[in-house]
């Protein structure tokens, strides 16, 4: 079977976890703070907080950053549903903005669009997500949410080693956030972090991730109604290795994407996803013409030894968001196409070139041609 996703977990990552197992010190150890100053380095941005899950970190970007009841955050109509149900949750609005079609990502022009459109709403943030590492133009919108005096949160969960506008995601938002589920490129089980260049932002999730305490001259002190997000010390302690051998997985990964490329360029039923300097391709999703059967399709390729998967929801289809804000596949026809449409293929540092091969035939003798 050539699986979907394969964290690169190895000996030496296990042999650091079970240290800490031996240790007894679970939580607040060495290694979370390893971990942090190891994507500090990687990401060239200066503060970072780990966290328990990506959706632990963006709902602690919006706790501080203020947003709050009343105000709506605009947030791409696809992709992951976290993104959006940490807004619900802390009482603010969600407004959609449909995507791209060959980057899943949101354009300057659409977030524009939808400030424009939108001026009788009490917009107070921007969230970007860069779909599976796709680097969505952060220094243009940096630039919009600015002159509209918004906030910028960067949903990075897929985009650990994207760049864009020169440098690393993180750079030119208030806050970005990553995940370390297992279906993304590294992996501490369940896991997250919030990056930023604002050292206050990451100062109060350190606080709010940890019951709302701090310690004033050896004084325990509750500031906050914080919650409790951190990591163990034990999944740091898987994460270290990984984030230190994670640039030519990148680069492994770009390669592999090209590959993908040069085999399925002539078929006409698949459209591929834009190919741009920077992308970390956490996933590899391509578009399947309207009249092929997606699910079939995944179903033949899985009797066939691959796994295969959607990508991620519209929101505008899903019940919850359909029922509260009235809209439906015709509000993001985009977003809509991509989640009835999209299917990604496996992508990974450990896959072959001969499984590239592979699954790009065996995909071409199931579609025809
Ligand atoms: C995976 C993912 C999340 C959620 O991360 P968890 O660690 O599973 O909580 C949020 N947003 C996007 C875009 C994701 O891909």
New binding site residues.
Partial sequence: MIKLASPDIRSEDIGRAVAVLQSGQLVQGENVAAFEEALGSFTGIEHCAVVS????A?HLALLALGIRQGDTVIVPAF??P??ANVVENIGAQVLLCDVDPDSYVVTTDAVEEIIINNRDKHITAIMV?H?FGYPADIRAIQKIAQSNGLRLIE?A??ALGTFSGGYHVGHYSDAACF???P??AITTG???AVISNDKEIIERINVLRNHGIIVREGEMDFIDAGLNYRMTDFQAALGIGQIERFSPEVERRRYLAGLYHEHLKHQKSVRLPRLVDGHAWQSFMVVLEETVLRDLVIEKLFNAGIQTNIG?QALNCLSYYARKYGVNANSCPVASNLYKHGLVLPLYGKLRNDDIEIICGKICSIIGE
């Avoid at 899950?53 to 632990?56: D, E, I, K």
């Fill in positions: 899950s990506g959706t632990a963006l992709t992951f976290a993104t997500v779909e949903d969960a897929c995940s370390f589920h279906r993304k369940e896991g997250g991620a």
